[in-house]
């Protein structure tokens, strides 16, 4: 028998998805792989740092419902159905019967995942696949020379061992450190660093950001400051007589809340639900690239048209069938639609809205469209020039993850009484940390509000929880990979040629650079090709490592969906193994969406 030996950097939910789809597949893959090995840097395997105890707490809310996770050995509902009260009770669960359908705490999602991971490798081993799992081991490097057929991983906590082929899928990290004595936290995690002690914040508390991450601070320091009472309609927080000055204070560039969890119509996305792979292969000019005003135009435009006819609202509908109407020009109607002087109150609206619409079963079809026009969009990025990577991350992606990213209500219930309390507030414009002195004991900040005069603010305790940003290629964690040319920056193709002049005026200069006279922009991270392989510095395939990490791959897959992307690049991976086997020639896009095309789960 072959030795082929498979470690997996992380295990995570993409690990736990790529798990069993290799034992979905393990009639192809049993000479494949002969051995895997896992790696899991904290004391638990198969969680997740979002859904870790570790880590987080319970009364963060997951976003997600039973029905919208990809299938696993169980489903979420059921498992949970199984549970005593003990663990209902440790989760923080008591409103039962359970639903397919509800918002359940994220430990609970973490327990889960962690028996469905479990589950896969006991069914791994019933089919003779020998599976290493070493907790407490964090990867520190990984080293691969070009031409050999192995790859050494070396650990914090063994000595390094060769294997065949390695899938790095390390989730979540933050680089930026706490300074903790001027009260300012680089981010929320793990959340125990702000409760530890039965910790009392009888003051202003400071949050950058409004998303779903901002939230869970929200509901961890509001249970711990006050209590929530059930009313005839929502929620009301009674803050403790001890922390009546506690109020965070949220701050958002746009001054936008998050859109409101909104009943769909198929919650599962699917890459070509609105088109085709002829129809969009077709779409590529002769320079190869895809134009993203002629995807708006070809793809987006009928499809939403479509979406507006069944949430009959004609305006809409006349206003794409106007050509004269771009891309841009609907992102901004949508913006202005959601544009209130006061957002908890918008909110409030937007709830009775949603309440109805879920009550009644209406799907919004439009949002559920546009989600599934982007997720086909991110399987093809590698077909738009850098003009459009540009444009995408500047105009598009700040109003998906407003849009998509959707607040459950139960969760907007929890915002809203702490509003009618007057325990938590809103203020807009684009803050700047200022650096201040070492041994400053508050965090100062700037607000640049639009057409206002800049303000500075003082907090005893600030918390970044703006969300990861995209790793810079200096700051991937496996040096050698690095020093030894295995990876290189993500970059795209300006489809103008131009000068180096021309391109400060639309990039910052380290972002640009030129080859064989022709331009390129760093799009962050580093570079893969369609099956997640990795680039070496020379632009060959390096076969034997696939990076499925979001952060580290955000320049040539830039939209993330959650638990459905672990599940759909897993597929993919699995799929490119079977189909595309060792070849190390880069992924032809013909190639690749052959796959999407065939494969149910994408």
């Known amino acids: ?76 509902g059921d498992w949970l159905r199984l549970q005593d009260d003990t663990v209902m009770e440790e989760c923080n669960i008591d409103n039962l019967p359970i639903d397919n359908t509800a918002i359940y705490s994220r430990l609970a999602l973490g327990r889960y995942f962690h028996e469905q991971y479990n589950t896969l490798v006991r069914e791994l081993r019933k089919e003779g696949i020998i599976v290493t799992e070493l907790t407490n081991h964090e990867v520190t490097d990984i080293i691969s020379l070009k031409g050999e057929k192995k790859v050494t991983i070396e650990t914090n906590n063994s000595k390094a061992e060769q294997y065949s082929r390695v899938v790095i899928a390390t989730g979540h990290s933050w680089k930026e450190k706490d300074q903790p004595k001027k009260g300012y936290y680089a981010s929320p995690w793990p959340i125990q660093k702000l409760i530890a002690n039965d910790k009392r914040y009888n003051c202003r508390i400071g949050i950058l950001g409004a998303s779903l991450s901002a939230f869970d601070v929200v509901t961890s320091l509001a249970h711990r400051h006050g209590k929530f009472v059930k009313k005839e309609k929502g929620l009301l927080f009674i803050p403790n007589e001890d922390c009546m000055d506690f109020k965070i204070i949220l701050h958002s560039s746009q001054g936008w809340l998050p859109n409101l ?66 891309f841009e020009d609907f992102i901004s109607l949508m913006t202005q639609r959601r544009e209130y002087i006061d957002s908890f109150l918008g909110m409030q609206r937007e709830m009775e809205l949603a309440e109805k619409a879920i009550e009644n079963n209406k799907p919004t079809h439009w949002m559920e469209t546009l989600d599934d026009l982007i997720y086909c969009l991110n399987f093809h990025v590698e077909l738009l020039p850098a003009e459009d990577h540009l444009y995408f991350k500047k105009v598009i992606r ?17 915002l809203l009484a702490m509003y009618d309390a007057d325990c938590i507030d809103l203020v807009t414009g684009r803050v700047k940390v200022l650096d201040g002195y070492a041994d400053d004991n508050k965090t100062l900040i700037e607000i640049d ?48 040629r131009t000068s180096f002049a021309e391109m400060q005026e639309l990039v910052e200069d380290d972002k640009v650079f030129f080859d064989n006279n022709q331009a390129f922009l760093y799009t962050d991270g580093i570079d893969i090709d369609a ?32 638990l459905q992307a672990c599940n759909a690049t897993s597929t993919i991976l699995v799929d490119s193994w079977i189909e595309l086997g060792k070849s190390k020639d880069k992924t032809s896009i013909e190639a690749i969406t052959q796959l999407y095309e065939s494969d149910e789960d994408l």
């Not at 009943?263 to 895809?290: M, P």
């Not at 700040?398 to 929890?414: G, Q, R």
């Not at 200096?474 to 020093?483: K, L, Q």
């Open 449 to 496: 509000a639009k057409d206002e005069t800049d303000t500075i603010s003082a907090f005893d305790t600030f918390i970044n929880c703006s969300g990861q940003n995209s790793l810079q290629f200096e700051d991937y964690p496996f040096p050698s990979m690095i020093n030894l040319g295995a990876v290189r920056k993500a970059r795209a193709r300006f489809k103008k």
């Open 531 to 562: 099956a997640y392989r990795v680039i070496r510095h020379d632009g060959s395939i390096e076969p034997k490592i696939h990076d499925v990490t979001f952060t580290h791959t955000t320049g040539a897959r830039p939209y993330s969906y959650g």
């Open 1 to 76: 028998m072959r030795n082929n030996k498979l470690a997996i950097v992380g295990s995570g939910p993409t690990s736990i998805y790529l798990l069993k789809k290799i034992f979905d597949n393990i009639s192809h893959l049993r000479n494949e792989i002969t051995h895997i090995t896992i790696f899991e840097k904290s004391s638990t395997a198969g969680m997740g740092m979002p859904y870790h105890p570790e880590t987080t707490d319970k009364y963060n809310l997951s976003n997600i419902t039973s029905d919208e996770i990809p299938e696993l050995p169980q489903s979420f």
């Open 398 to 414: 700040p109003f998906l993850m407003n849009v998509i990213a959707a607040m459950p209500l139960c969760s907007a219930s929890i």
């Open 261 to 326: 969890q909104y009943e769909q119509e198929k919650s599962i996305r699917e890459i070509y639900r609105h088109t085709t792979r002829d129809a969009i292969l077709k779409l590529v000019d002769n320079k190869g690239f895809l134009n993203i005003h002629v995807y708006f135009n070809e793809v987006c435009r009928p499809a939403l048209i479509e979406a507006f006819k069944k949430d009959e609202n004609p305006d809409l509908i006349k206003l794409l069938e106007d050509p004269s109407i771009h």
